[in-house]
């Protein structure tokens, strides 16, 4: 078990910049997430901290010991691969053991041990079969069993649950939680999905073209986004962004656009020019009684809340309201927002502009 | 519907393919089955015209390739003992006595030892210098890949008189050595390109996997590699020892004594006293045998390892 430590972290592949200048730090028992579209450096990040790829510049601690430049076998990390990576030639039995022999464990205890994972992942009736003809579930089970034999320090895994229909990836998500929160080893997690992020993480750091652009809890980020990337990629559907010209001040507690004054929390920064009111869908309220309004253009019924898509003079609003309001398509209707869940955005830089609320998110990360 | 798939053929189909492939393998195996034939004709029989298919089966072929014969006068026939074997019989018979062995035996030897030689050389350098082409950033790697190649672009025996001049001064020629050494040479392209292509398709997780559970890189190519690239190393080695086995012309180029090879050799046994065909025959038979059953040994691997990875699970 161990705490991992990254420290401006960079990959340069040839002339091409992979992941830049990455820093984030992974507390001792975590379950730890790292999200981002694909491309975005997630892999390389990944193989950095488990000694695969060398990293070009930075360091990695893991517990306390830095590690950078320390082969793969030498930093008691297991990996689980995307593709599983069994063994071919060997049967679930000798996959299971492989990392143990390479300690040169007595063989009765090594019997002992993998028999004891088997129990855990329930694989038990398969272990003298021949990895080939196993099926998804059980080939990451045994990939699993691999992993955890050996008792590491960390965990790192490369979407794991990639290559399974979307059906068993919920159960294998929830299996594999499970097994964490049963054993508390330190986990580092690779999806491009930001749902499975949100539901398995303790903590996210979310990556964009290789750079960090947030890291923290999953309901921070979801709340108080760093960057107009992550307020867009987190959350379904995505963040509302209302574009505007126009200006904020320091102090500011409202800001007005098309005629419209919409209270904000209290700004802690100054800026002008184009910027972005962003604002989750559950805070947007329909109220006939606003003067700021939009044509709805269509509603998307989920049982016991709606979507519904309008458009404003600053863009398309996506609202999530209960099912019982009357949104029909055609109708122009008044809209308001919850105004401590406002998060403002310069456009240009793409990144949130400091206020009250978000100052305890964005101050740490 | 009634019996008709996609996939499965149908009874007819089934008997025209195997119709079609046994009158290829009888046509193909005729020539084969001639010399096994031969083999054991008299060599009266093995020259008679029309030629004959049923005949007494003899070993004489056999013990004429292995033995040097002296003739001997009828009175002295009479002199000696009766002979205590069969193979002294069958000899005594023509009126001759064995003098003793042929230089089959040790041409043979030859024959396994440059060929087996150089085929382990092959795979071995070729193994290693592939899985550094597949797996390592070397420097010029394409070209120095051309150039391993183009050593192939060349029939290996234009070089012959370099070569021969150049054994000569460094005393390879007619040596196990320097037959080994140049069988290696010229087998080597086609194994390290070939490797290349077996450990290319291995995915790169298998080693990383190893690595990361605990084990050199050393390890991880030895226990995880090689093991996969089983499929690729038989067929090559097959490639290799066949070329190897039955290559002529720099056998008798630059191999006279010592390290002469059987391909060489089998041809001068008719020289020896009148058109001995039956001994040519069975030399030829004996050659053909270490290469069937290695070919048989490795055939699993063959069957699959032969359409290069195209259907490799
Ligand atoms: N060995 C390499 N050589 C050159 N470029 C590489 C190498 N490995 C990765 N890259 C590049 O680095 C970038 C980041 O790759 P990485 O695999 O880390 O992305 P990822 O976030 O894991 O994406 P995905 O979700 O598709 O797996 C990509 O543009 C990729 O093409
Ligand atoms: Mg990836």
Redesign the interface.
């Known amino acids: 078990m161990a705490q991992i430590i990254i420290k401006n972290l960079r990959k340069d592949f040839g002339d091409f910049t992979a992941v830049k200048s990455s820093s984030f730090t992974i507390e001792d028992g975590e379950f730890f997430m790292l999200l981002g579209p694909s491309g975005c450096g997630k892999t390389t990040t990944l193989r950095m901290i ?3 790829e060398m990293p070009t510049a930075g360091e990695v601690f893991i517990d306390g010991e830095e590690v950078s430049q320390k ?3 030498e930093r008691d ?3 689980v ?1 995307q ?1 599983f ?1 069994l ?3 060997l049967n679930v039995q000798q996959n299971i053991s ?2 143990l022999k ?2 040169g464990m007595p063989k009765a205890q090594i019997k002992v041990k993998v028999a004891e994972v088997a129990k855990i992942l329930g694989i038990e009736h398969i272990l003298n079969k021949p990895v ?1 003809g196993l099926s998804g579930g059980d080939r990451q089970r045994v990939a699993l069993g ?1 992993a955890i034999v ?1 008792e590491p320090k960390a965990f790192m895994m490369d979407e794991p649950l990639g290559a399974l229909d979307a059906e068993f990836r919920e159960h294998m998500s929830q299996e594999l939680r499970t097994l964490h929160d049963q054993m508390g080893a330190t986990t580092v997690y690779v999806t491009h999905d930001q749902l499975e992020a949100m539901q398995m993480g303790d903590k996210i750091v979310v990556m964009n073209h290789g750079s960090v652009e947030q890291f923290g809890v999953p309901q921070d980020i979801y709340d108080w986004p760093a960057t107009m990337f992550v307020a867009n990629f987190i959350g379904s559907p995505s963040m509302n962004f209302l574009h505007f010209e126009g200006t904020v001040a320091t102090g500011d507690t409202s800001i007005s656009f098309d005629g419209q004054s919409f209270d904000i929390p209290a700004q802690l920064s100054t800026a002008s020019g184009k910027l972005v009111m962003g604002v989750r869908p559950e805070h947007v309220v329909l109220q006939d009684d606003s003067a700021y309004r939009g044509e709805v253009t269509a509603t998307e019924y989920l049982g016991t809340t709606q979507i519904v898509t309008l458009d404003t003079p600053n863009g398309i609003l996506k609202a999530r309201t209960p099912a019982t309001q009357v949104a029909n398509v055609g109708d122009t209707i008044g809209l308001d927002f919850n105004p401590r869940t406002i998060t403002l955005f310069d456009e240009t830089t793409g990144e949130a502009l400091l206020s009250k609320a978000n100052k305890g998110v964005l101050d740490h990360g | 519907m009634s019996g008709f798939s996609v996939t499965e053929p149908s009874k007819r189909q089934k008997w025209i393919a195997g119709i079609l492939v046994i009158t290829y393998a009888v046509v193909t195996l005729m020539p084969l089955l001639w010399i096994i034939a031969t083999g054991f004709k008299s060599p009266e029989d093995s020259i008679s015209y029309p030629p004959k298919v049923i005949f007494q089966p003899t070993l004489e072929g056999y013990v004429n390739l292995f033995t040097t014969q002296t003739r001997i006068t009828p009175n002295m026939k009479d002199t000696l003992a009766e002979p205590d074997s069969w193979y002294e019989q069958i000899v005594r018979d023509k009126n001759m006595v064995i003098a003793g062995p042929s230089r089959y035996g040790q041409r043979f030897l030859n024959s396994v030892i440059i060929g087996f030689g150089s085929t382990f050389l092959s795979i071995f350098l070729g193994t290693l210098a592939a899985y550094a082409f597949s797996r390592f950033k070397v420097p010029i790697k394409d070209d120095l890949l051309f150039f391993i190649l183009s050593t192939r672009m060349m029939p290996p025996i234009a070089v012959a008189i370099p070569i021969f001049l150049m054994y000569r001064q460094l005393g390879l020629s007619d040596t196990h050595l320097g037959m080994i050494l140049l069988y290696t040479a010229v087998n080597l392209s086609l194994s390290v390109w070939l490797l290349k292509g077996f450990i290319d398709e291995i995915p790169l997780e298998y080693e990383e996997a190893a690595l990361i559970d605990g084990y050199t890189r050393f390890q991880a190519f030895y226990k995880v590699v090689l093991p996969q690239a089983a499929t690729g190393i038989a067929s090559t080695a097959i490639f290799c020892l066949i070329f190897a086995w039955n290559e002529y012309a720099f056998a008798v180029l630059l191999t006279s004594g010592e390290a002469q090879t059987a391909p060489p050799f089998i041809p001068t046994i008719i020289g020896v006293g009148g058109q001995d065909w039956p001994a040519v025959a069975a030399g030829a038979t004996i050659f053909l045998i270490p290469v069937m059953i290695f070919t048989i040994f490795l055939r699993k691997h063959l069957l699959r390892g032969i359409t290069f990875g195209a259907v490799r699970k």
């Open positions: 488990a000694g695969l082969r793969a076998s990390i297991a990996f691969f593709m990576a063994y071919p030639h492989y990392p390479s300690q080939g691999r050996r």
